[in-house]
């Protein structure tokens, strides 16, 4: 599968971009990066590192450093550690960025690979929008979205209705529902019910000493984080909407038109509404079963 990760890496980023890395059924195309977790260039920065970290050669390209209609936000440093990596304040990258912005490296890569591409975006889905107003084509060039965002049927994890990416910019979010691509939401009603906890990195170390180690020491500080809110161990968001991008039966999946809540005390929110195309929205999951597929790559 042609696959490109739009990111805002952050530790359960790094997670999936080094799954995606491991995975066999995986070709990743590309990263592009967004504000978010941490600001866009230190995404970038980030993003690079993990290009390197996993032996990969493909590009990077940064995109937006605030959402499409209001202004910058502040990263989520309390969440995520001051650079991104938790703890980790240290990572070295010796690449650049290729010059193309992201919007623009994704409308060259859909019209290249089109219909095979699956695009998935795990931070603000600012990016995505930009590429629509670039290309009219570009949604149609696209195989899939399959993006990380979103709380249909449970509480928000930045407000007690919304989701953090689709809170950092829901009016992308409205752009993107609305442009006749084939969508997948995998949102926090199903990414909250898998929780990684630090016997979990151990386990992980053990399976895969390299990416294991690394990903071990960064989800320190995000455990502590999800433990101050009362919550053992963290959700596998970034990760499991990969795995639903591979493996498309791996989730429930219920189909409804999205409503994205603009504006005001309930920003971000995504209900079930009417006057927009249907998507898919993940709703349930195996707990157990995910997690031993999210090992497996790194076997
Ligand atoms: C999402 O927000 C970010 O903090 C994570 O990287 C993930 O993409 C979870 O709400
Ligand atoms: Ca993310």
New binding site residues.
């Given amino acids: 599968m042609k696959m490109i990760i739009d990111t805002?890496p952050?530790?359960?980023?790094a997670m999936a971009i080094l799954y995606a890395a491991a995975h066999p059924g995986i070709e990743l195309l590309g990263l592009t990066t967004v504000f978010?977790?941490v600001t866009v260039e230190q995404a970038t920065r980030n993003a690079l590192h993990l290009v390197e970290r996993a032996g990969l050669d493909i590009p990077v390209a940064q995109g937006a450093f605030k959402p499409l209609v209001n202004g910058p936000i502040e990263p989520?440093q309390h969440?995520?550690g001051p650079e991104g990596f938790g703890d980790i304040t240290d990572i070295t990258v010796s690449r650049k960025a290729i010059s193309e912005s992201a919007p623009e490296f994704l409308v060259r890569m859909a019209r290249e690979y089109r219909g095979e591409l699956v695009l998935c975006p795990?931070?603000p889905i600012t990016n995505i929008a930009h590429a629509i107003a670039l290309d009219p084509g570009f949604a149609g060039n696209l195989a899939e979205i399959v993006f990380?965002?979103g709380a249909l049927d449970v509480p928000g994890?930045?407000s007690p209705v919304a989701?953090?990416?689709t809170y950092h910019d829901p009016h992308a979010l409205d752009v993107v529902v609305q442009s006749g691509a084939k969508i997948r939401m995998v949102g926090?009603d199903v990414?909250n019910k898998v929780l990684l906890d630090a016997a979990d990195f151990a386990a992980l170390e053990g399976i895969n000493p390299t990416h294991g180690a690394f990903l071990r020491e960064m989800s320190h500080f995000y455990l502590e984080f999800y433990k101050s809110r009362g919550q053992i161990g963290c959700?596998l968001?970034?990760p499991l909407t990969l795995m639903s991008a591979v493996m498309p039966d791996l989730l429930g999946l219920t189909v409804t038109p999205l409503a994205v809540t603009l504006e005001g005390p309930e920003a971000g929110a995504t209900r079930r509404g009417a006057g927009r195309p249907p998507i898919e929205v993940a709703t349930s999951c195996n707990p157990d079963q995910v997690k031993d597929l999210f090992f497996a790559p790194f076997r």
Avoid: F, I, P, Q
């Fill in positions: 805002d952050g530790v359960d980023d978010g977790n989520s969440v995520h795990v931070g990380m965002g994890n930045v989701e953090a990416n926090l990414t959700g968001h970034d």
